[in-house]
């Protein structure tokens, strides 16, 4: 039962995300460029003091960042931000989530992995969804947002493929978030001056410093206990729960697009991760 309510609280940790950044970008309390910025600089300080009080940095116990993660990381969080000036809480997350697990498939294949019979069905049948998120004509949806949204699935894939190659997750994951900040930064000082209020200050440092960091650092404690199979179908409620948070923070309305676009994304997933985990 405890593992459950910690699984559960760390897919909420996931969907607030979205939830924070579409309200603090919907009426302009804070840019998208500051709020990556923020929230990148937030996780980096809240993941860098709990290392501290273990005493992980006074043993000198600290890592080189991979080079793939810390890119990989600033793109999700950049693309993340951007996509979210424009896209509802749910659509963004259901395109985000169905990149990232395709791009992990396609990560399992390079790495020399062969996908069953029935991954290639499930995952075939995922991209249908997106393709189907991704036609104005079914789904209105902002396509420059979309495609930066895709962008960001991207980058938390490839973030999420370097991780399953380092040992200390804690310790990999501060190194990467404090060297994705100057690349925020730099993209902050492309952009121009943004508006930027106490109220988004304040949802930028949450997003990074509790959604994102303790909510990873959750995620790190639950998943070595979990099943591969049920971490995987864990998440495909993230999208369903940011969906859920969008309508009743920000009044946004559940339309029979997202519905079929849902049953499409994440059925193909879960059919693809239910094939994987079959002797």
Same mark, same amino acid.
């Given at each position: 039962m405890r593992l459950t309510l910690l699984t559960a609280l760390t897919m909420i940790a996931f969907a607030a995300n979205s939830v924070i950044n579409r309200a603090a970008l919907a009426d302009g309390a804070i840019g998208p460029a500051s709020f990556a910025v923020l929230r990148l600089g937030s996780g980096a300080v809240v993941l860098f003091i709990i290392l501290w009080l273990q005493g992980a940095v006074k043993g000198g116990v600290w890592i080189r960042p991979r080079l793939d993660a810390v890119l990989g990381l600033a793109l999700y969080a950049i693309g993340f931000s951007f996509a979210y000036s424009v896209l509802q809480a749910g659509l963004g997350a259901l395109l985000l989530f169905g990149m =990232? $697990? &395709?791009?992990?498939?396609?990560? *399992?294949? =390079? $790495?020399?992995?062969?996908p069953k019979p029935l991954q290639w069905v499930g995952a075939a049948i995922g991209l249908s969804g997106l393709a189907y998120v991704l036609n104005p004509s079914t789904s209105g949806i902002d396509l420059r947002? *979309?495609?930066?949204? &895709?962008? *960001?699935?991207?980058?938390?894939?490839? /973030?999420?493929?370097a991780g399953q190659k380092v040992e200390q997750a804690l310790v990999a994951t501060a190194a990467s978030f404090i060297c994705a900040v100057p690349i925020a930064v730099i993209v902050w000082g492309l952009t121009g001056s943004e508006t930027v209020s106490h109220k988004g200050i304040a949802l930028a440092c949450f997003s990074g410093g509790v959604t994102s960091a303790l909510g990873y650092i959750l995620w790190? /404690?639950?998943?070595?206990?979990?099943q591969t199979g049920t971490a995987a179908v864990a998440q495909?409620? =993230?999208p369903l729960i940011a969906m859920a948070g969008g309508m009743v923070f920000l009044g946004e309305v559940w339309t029979l697009d997202f519905t079929i676009a849902s049953a499409l994304v994440l059925g193909g997933i879960g059919l693809s991760v239910w094939a994987g985990q079959r002797d």
């Open positions: =990232v $697990q &395709i791009t992990m498939f396609a990560g *399992a294949i =390079v $790495q020399g992995n062969s947002g *979309a495609a930066l949204m &895709i962008a *960001a699935g991207f980058g938390w894939g490839i /973030y999420s493929l790190f /404690y639950v998943l070595p206990r979990l495909l409620t =993230v």
